[in-house]
């Protein structure tokens, strides 16, 4: 039954990515160490528009479309500014499991919701559209507010992998958290 837009909620849209117009908006949060901190275990490193481009191009917008990668932009409904990513990838269709991954660069829409509600959005798709059974994702422990955000979508912390990351001085864990397809729909209801 189509019952809801499976791209839009009351406040984000999920788009497809554009190398041309997002690129330099992508660059922009690579300047941003807190935000990439966030987001990976990589050394925080700034990112000219064109690196940004072709590191786009490759991973979200490539030349043959990847049969188990699904990426989208997220832009707001009430601008349409672009905010941030969320994709699924690693789709593995003979068990239906992929791995999700979200970020949110513009700084003034943290603690808001906007990421929650592109989550809800992903987590839609993937279980109704792509008829997935398991999504599963990976965070530090010191970022609270996407754990926050992951077990307000349902998902659970299934392991840790202890002090992998070494940052200012300090050892981190990773977490991985999963969510299936039945407590997706006990969530939802």
């Known amino acids: 039954?189509?019952?809801?837009?499976?791209?839009?909620?009351e406040r984000v849209r999920l788009a497809a990515p554009n190398a041309e117009s997002d690129a330099?908006?992508?660059a922009r949060w690579s300047q941003d160490a807190e935000y990439l901190r966030l987001l990976d275990s990589e050394a925080a490193r700034p990112r000219s528009a064109q690196q940004a481009k072709?590191?786009?191009?490759?991973?979200?917008?490539p030349e043959e479309p990847r049969p188990d990668a699904f990426n989208f932009?997220?832009?707001?409904?009430?601008?349409?500014?672009?905010?941030?990513?969320?994709?699924?990838?690693?789709?593995?269709?003979t068990h239906g499991d992929a791995f999700?991954?979200?970020?949110?660069?513009?700084?003034?829409?943290?603690?808001?919701?906007?990421?929650?509600?592109?989550?809800?959005?992903?987590l839609r798709?993937?279980?109704?559209?792509?008829?997935?059974?398991?999504?599963?994702?990976?965070v530090f422990d010191y970022n609270q507010r996407a754990i926050r955000a992951y077990e307000k979508a349902g998902f659970v912390v299934e392991g840790r992998?202890?002090?992998v990351l070494h940052r200012d001085g300090r050892r981190?864990?990773?977490?991985?958290?999963?969510?299936?397809?039945?407590?997706?729909?006990?969530?939802?209801?």
Do not use: C, P
């Open 1 to 9: 039954m189509m019952d809801a837009d499976l791209f839009r909620s």
């Open 24 to 26: 330099e908006m992508f």
């Open 54 to 61: 072709e590191m786009f191009k490759e991973h979200m917008e």
């Open 73 to 93: 932009v997220i832009r707001t409904l009430a601008d349409d500014r672009l905010i941030g990513f969320v994709g699924l990838d690693g789709v593995r269709w």
């Open 100 to 122: 999700l991954g979200i970020g949110i660069g513009e700084r003034e829409y943290w603690d808001k919701g906007y990421g929650t509600d592109a989550l809800r959005l992903l």
């Open 125 to 138: 798709y993937a279980f109704t559209e792509l008829n997935l059974h398991r999504v599963s994702l990976t």
């Open 161 to 163: 992998m202890r002090q």
């Open 172 to 189: 981190y864990d990773l977490l991985f958290m999963g969510l299936l397809r039945e407590e997706w729909e006990k969530w939802r209801t």
